[in-house]
């Protein structure tokens, strides 16, 4: 008898999947699949089915959906529901399969609900039938409770029988289920979708969902305020996510950084830590990612690249570039101005020759001591009668007129630039200099950069890192003990820096080192609100809501920051001025000292001959 029966229910089956036969219509299942298929953009199906239904019968109608499937180019294999388990062996290796689930009975639905407990819903898309011949109304087609273990970010297509309407099931609430009206069938035609909405878009709200959260205290990106309302750049992002997406934040607790791992305990610290132990499910501050951390969290899309550099107190002495002074022109003029000095007394010369003055020798010099004068801002001690002469030196006054203010104009700019003398410009050469001491914002993606690295330049910089008791807690704290201390080197994302720098004590500059550092918001492992809020987060990055956000706080910043006054020229960049000036004292007293001593030399020539005595005796 119980053969008997069991060959009617293997003979109903085959009779359903081959000729689709649901009561007063006809369904065909294959046409369904392949259309749900080309919604989802998969190719690759996996079918479902319970231990109930693995029979002769069963298993050639499902070889022959694999036949007719990959003619069509979908790769297919059937398996029973218990080993399910087993499929996580395709995570990595192929793109996001559509899972199709035959349910028959109540085992069969209670061994589907058993073995997707504690499997990861989100592996798959889903395509759940509940076959004709048996009463489905505690399941089917509004579910009691979460039968099948279904996460908001499940994508499960229900499909009941006597019902042409298939419901998308997801949830929010461990013991709830939601359902969404996807598709449509018509015996004989494709599927009908009747929505054009994406995913996020059909789920667009968290019903007043309250997130645990952890906040990392002192992080320059949000703070909370007395009244508990946040701010800053991060702060501003949540809440725009929290009311769009309509969720809040439960604060279960603080912490003072963002995590790093603790090889003396074997665990992860900090904010990542409390992800890890689940007891919460978003850190509230900007994290820099790290392929240690994305082991053991998750982590939005990056909507902020910044570098690394590192940070020293601004040196005193400043380089003395003489090399500023000829910057001021191109060599192109240089040249020109070069040849014109140097011809213009020769035409000069010659011009006043042909007005029947004589001694060309003379007029050249003469001249050439002229045009210096010009050019050196100075007059003539005779201005020449005639025309032509006079219309030349008139040119010549104002071309130097032009030259010396575009000169001064230019020099002062570059006076002005100051170029701090650096004991280095990069890490190789912060090791070879090895008098700097380096710091970093204690359990921070910064200490892991050199503590964790395998690479000998990292290896050779942790040596000079200072004991780690000693790091300070915060980044700001590391720029305070950066100012304090003597030739302290911080290591710190430029983005910290800038939000930091209204309180910053003293003046620093930075060595760029290219390191790029991308930073998002962190949440716990395969966290099931993950994808709506990068979902929103790209849509707030292309319409330009963040960097309004983030150029808001850095103009509050701004109205806090210190007062810098203009650059002052300081004597060391008059340098080369005062030393051609002290030359040319030199030289002066030197022609001087010859003068004197050559008349003197003569007046005594003079008085030896005896010229002298008459005078004397007049």
């Given at each position: ?9 293997i ?9 689709g ?18 919604f ?19 298993s ?35 793109v ?22 504690n ?31 279904v ?13 042409r309407?298939?419901r ?16 449509k ?23 007043g ?17 007395g ?7 991060c702060?501003?992002?949540l ?62 899309i ?44 020769i ?17 050249i ?6 045009i ?22 008139i ?11 575009a ?15 650096l ?8 090791v ?19 503590a964790?690295?395998?690479?000998p ?34 290591y710190v ?10 309180e ?9 080192l290219?390191?790029i550092?991308?930073?998002?918001l ?52 008059i340098i ?12 002066s ?22 010229y ?7």
């Amino acid at each position: 008898m119980s053969s008997l029966k069991n060959l009617l229910i293997i003979l109903l089956i085959i009779d359903i999947l081959r000729t689709g036969d649901s009561l007063d219509h006809k369904i065909n299942y294959l046409s369904h699949i392949i259309d749900i298929s080309k919604f989802y953009k998969t190719y690759s199906i996996f079918f479902l089915y319970a231990q109930t239904s693995q029979d002769i019968g069963f298993s050639r109608v499902i070889h022959r959906w694999i036949c007719e499937l990959s003619r069509d180019g979908f790769m297919s294999i059937g398996i029973e529901i218990s080993n399910i388990r087993h499929t996580s062996y395709y995570e990595n290796r192929i793109v996001r399969p559509l899972f199709v689930v035959f349910l028959t009975d109540e085992k069969s639905i209670r061994t589907f609900s058993n073995n997707t407990r504690n499997f990861d819903m989100s592996f798959a898309y889903w395509y759940v039938i509940f076959l004709p011949g048996y009463n489905q109304n505690d399941y089917c087609p509004i579910p009691k409770g979460n039968p099948f273990n279904v996460l908001f970010n499940t994508e499960m297509l229900v499909s009941c029988p006597k019902d042409r309407i298939m419901r998308e099931w997801y949830s929010l609430w461990p013991n709830q289920t939601k359902v969404f009206e996807l598709a449509k069938w018509e015996p004989n035609k494709k599927l009908t979708f009747l929505t054009e909405l994406s995913l996020y878009e059909r789920r667009n709200s968290l019903d007043g969902l309250v997130l645990p959260a952890v906040f990392v205290m002192n992080n320059p990106f949000i703070d909370i305020d007395g009244d508990g309302n946040l701010s800053g750049s991060c702060g501003k992002i949540l809440i725009e996510l929290s009311r769009l997406v309509n969720f809040s934040f439960a604060i279960v607790n603080n912490t003072v950084s963002n995590g790093r791992w603790n090889a003396k305990y074997n665990k992860w610290n900090g904010a990542v830590g409390e992800l890890i132990e689940n007891r919460a499910q978003i850190s509230m501050s900007y994290v820099s990612m790290s392929s240690a951390r994305l082991d053991v969290v998750d982590f939005t899309i990056p909507f902020i690249l910044s570098s690394f550099s590192l940070y020293i107190k601004e040196p005193d002495a400043l380089n003395i570039e003489w090399s500023n002074y000829f910057r001021a022109f191109s060599y192109k003029l240089w040249i020109a101005l070069i040849v014109l000095i140097f011809i213009t007394p020769i035409l000069l010369a010659w011009m006043k020759i042909t007005l029947n003055q004589s001694n060309y020798v003379s007029l050249i010099s003469d001249s050439y001591l002229q045009i210096w004068g010009i050019f050196c801002q100075q007059g003539l001690v005779e201005f020449p009668q005639r025309s032509s002469l006079r219309l030349a030196y008139i040119s010549l006054f104002l071309l130097a007129l032009v030259v010396s203010s575009a000169y001064s104009a230019s020099l002062i700019s570059f006076l002005t630039n100051v170029v701090h003398r650096l004991p280095f410009v990069s890490l190789e050469e912060f090791v070879q200099d090895g008098t700097y001491k380096l710091i970093t914002a204690k359990d921070s993606l910064e200490y892991d950069v050199f503590a964790n690295s395998k690479q000998p330049l990292a290896k050779k910089v942790m040596s000079f890192m200072i004991a780690e008791e000693r790091l300070p807690p915060t980044p700001l704290d590391g720029f305070f003990q950066l100012c304090n201390e003597h030739n302290i080197a911080m290591y710190v994302s430029t983005e910290v820096r800038n939000v930091l720098d209204p309180e910053i004590p003293c003046n620093i500059v930075h060595i760029n080192l290219g390191h790029i550092d991308s930073v998002s918001l962190m949440w716990s492992k395969k966290n099931q609100f993950l994808s709506l809020i990068n979902h929103h987060l790209f849509k707030f990055m292309r319409n330009g809501m963040i960097r309004q956000l983030n150029s808001q706080s850095n103009s509050n910043n701004k109205k806090c920051k210190k007062k810098i006054g203009l650059n002052a020229v300081q004597v060391w960049s008059i340098i080369p001025i005062l030393s051609f000036l002290e030359i040319g004292v030199f030289l002066s007293l030197c022609v001087f000292i010859v003068e004197k001593l050559y008349f003197a030399r003569g007046k005594w020539v003079i008085i030896k001959n005896g010229y002298g005595k008459k005078s004397l005796r007049k």
